[in-house]
């Protein structure tokens, strides 16, 4: 009819987006990205200074061994983080799928009636008032934990070793892991384990429904419909823990390996084959191909001890972190230092131990620099040692991929490239977790809608990220450092022996 508007050509086509989540330990972070997996959304919410009424610092609170985050304080972060995102221009109608990932090993307690009022949430009200009092322990643990050694122990003997363990599940026990956690709610806080919905003595009849990776659990719930206005079909594909959804984000390949970063340190490798778990390190489910499986180390001594020298020797400047670093030679004249703040994962111990060119051990070293380098060159080492043993071999042609906080810092992973006599490689965007995240609610959607297995990696073929080249290795220093990591490691097995 003339003189009529088509109504409905006026109407915007739904696009195609995704979106990624990452709660890490410091902060919830999203991103959107489009059809081709380009970013066009980011936003952040800081536990520390944007929620300060939890009082956080590093986004947890510690009392001795005991490390915790309060629960709900993650719900705000996402009424938070989808406010900030509305204000982005993100229209939500066209987000057809969600992923996310998390932190490891951090564990929630809903209490008894919390799948009710989950059920029910007024869409016109935050989900933190509604869920304030659904959480039966208050404080979560998370992977910084190490309070449940007794438990580790118990469990190791009642399972026939450390190595039987490892074999059973790809990991001897460490203190951070759920299992452990959960003992320790049992035993010393029965009546909260009791109130609590998704963990009792029937433990594994409520947790013993894995599904792969890619799976679409379902819609998403009708107050993120009706308060968001999402699309209601919208699915939700499956959330994984933050190293393996960075293992997406990067695209990792067979004989590359990753490196990140960021609040903790880690290292992972994708592993093709049958794994042969050891007592050290631990194997992953693959989170993109369910015959395959990921390695990981883990070190808790990461940003927040670089952080911390920076703030007692470079004035909290990472500019004059960098500075000291750059006026003291590869080698460090002999120096070595290992500085664990925290106990440790890999390995397990605690303290600062620093050496001088003879190996005797010494209290301090005279210059800020020298402590500086020793920080760097200390972690650095100690990944390459330790990613030795894994299996991995360094040399020119292996590709470092690098991710997290400190993977901005161009002078830390010059260090990384000697250390590794290896090309050191970034994406565009540092966010591998959350870029992770989006990638697998858009691979997870593409195999629900074609009804057979699509490989990650052809679904990923010709969206996959840029990387830029960082780093080149420098031929003496990186000789230097193939003698350094053997002494390195000497040094850290005679420091175990002492303890
Ligand atoms: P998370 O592991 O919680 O996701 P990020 O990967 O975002 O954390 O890393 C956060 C850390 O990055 C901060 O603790 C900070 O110390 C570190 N960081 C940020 N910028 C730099 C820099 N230029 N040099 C070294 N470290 C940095
Ligand atoms: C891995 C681990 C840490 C956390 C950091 O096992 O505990 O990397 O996942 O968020």
Known sequence: MSGVPDILSEVAPRR??????????????????????????EAAVNFDRNLPEYRTSGGVKKNGSTITAPTVMWVKALDLLMDQLKITGLDFQDISAISGAGQQHGSVYWRKGAEKVLSTLDPTKFMFLQLANCFSVQDSPVWMDSSTQSYCETMEKKLGGPQKLADLTGSRAYERFTGHQIAKVLTEKAELYFNTEMCAPDLKEKLDKPVVAHTCLGPISSYFVERYSFDPSCQVVAFTGDNPASL?????????????????????????GKPTPSLEGHVFCNPVDPDAYM??????????????????????????????????????HGYVGMFFDEKEITPKIQGTFRF????????????????????????????????????????????????????????????????????????????????????????????????????????????????????????????????????????????????
């Open 356 to 499: 001088n060119a003879s190996d005797q051990r010494i209290n301090a070293f005279e210059e800020p620099a020298t402590e500086v380098r020793a920080l760097v060159e200390g972690q650095l080492l100690a990944k390459r040692v330790h990613a030795e043993r894994l299996g991995f071999s360094t040399g020119e042609s292996c590709r470092v991929f690098v991710t997290g906080g400190a993977s901005n810092n161009k002078s830390i992973l010059q260090v990384l490239s000697d250390v590794f006599n290896a090309h050191v490689y970034t994406q565009d965007t540092a966010n591998s977790t959350c870029l992770g995240s989006a990638y697998r609610a858009a691979h997870g959607l593409a195999v629900k809608e074609s009804d057979v297995f699509i490989p990650f990696n052809e679904f990923m073929a010709d969206r996959r990220p840029n990387f830029s080249l960082l780093c080149r290795p420098r031929l003496e220093a990186a000789q230097l450092y193939d003698s350094m990591a053997a002494r390195y490691a000497t040094l850290e097995s005679s420091v175990l022996t002492q303890l």
């Open 16 to 41: 195609n987006y995704f979106l990624g989540l990452d709660f890490s330990t410091q902060q919830l972070k999203a991103v959107v990205v489009d059809e081709k997996l380009k970013v066009l959304h």
């Open 295 to 332: 390695a990981l180390l883990c070190f808790k001594n990461g940003s927040l001890t670089r952080e911390r020298i920076r703030n007692v020797y470079a004035n909290r400047s990472w500019d004059q972190f960098d500075a000291l670093l750059a006026c003291t030679p590869p080698g460090n």
């Open 248 to 272: 997406a984000g990067m695209c990792l390949e067979a004989g590359d390996i990753a490196i990140s970063l960021g609040t903790s340190d880690t290292v992972f490798l994708w592993l093709s």
